[in-house]
């Protein structure tokens, strides 16, 4: 059985950083696509469809970045141990949501899209206040 499990999440203060991990067991994630992406803040609950989840940065052979958080994400692979880490920097407001990793059966994925994964998390809480 895969599994997914996000940690790593709190609750910080603006500029702050955090480091998310996702360690997957069942399988071994070698060079498969794995995402990070959030479920945005004030639609909490399982209701929020699938499709909704905003793409955070994904990692192949390379990294892909949401255009809006590139230069303060970092994602990183650690295939030994079947982790993958999404480093954040620079935490503001606009960033508390739950974040889920997710991965891909298919190497050919678009992996900017919530549907183009197979398994996902379920999930971590990161907020950000004062």
């Known amino acids: 059985q895969v599994q997914l499990v996000e940690s790593g999440g709190g609750t910080v203060k603006p500029g702050a950083s955090l480091r998310l991990s996702c360690v997957a067991s069942?399988?071994?994630?070698?060079?498969?696509?794995v995402g990070w992406f959030r479920q945005p803040a004030g639609k909490e609950g399982e209701s929020v469809p699938l499709?909704?989840?905003?793409?955070?940065?994904?990692?192949?052979?390379?990294?892909t970045y949401a255009d809006a958080l590139k230069g303060r994400v970092t994602i990183s692979r650690d295939s030994a141990q079947d982790t993958v880490y999404l480093q954040m920097s620079d935490l503001r407001a606009e960033d508390t949501a739950v974040y889920y990793c997710a991965l891909a059966s298919n190497p050919g994925v678009y992996v900017r899209k919530p549907h183009s994964y197979d398994y996902w998390g379920q999930g971590t809480q990161v907020t950000v206040s004062s």
């Open positions: 499709m909704e989840r905003e793409f955070v940065a994904a990692i192949r052979n390379n990294p």
């Open positions: 069942g399988l071994s994630i070698g060079t498969s696509p």
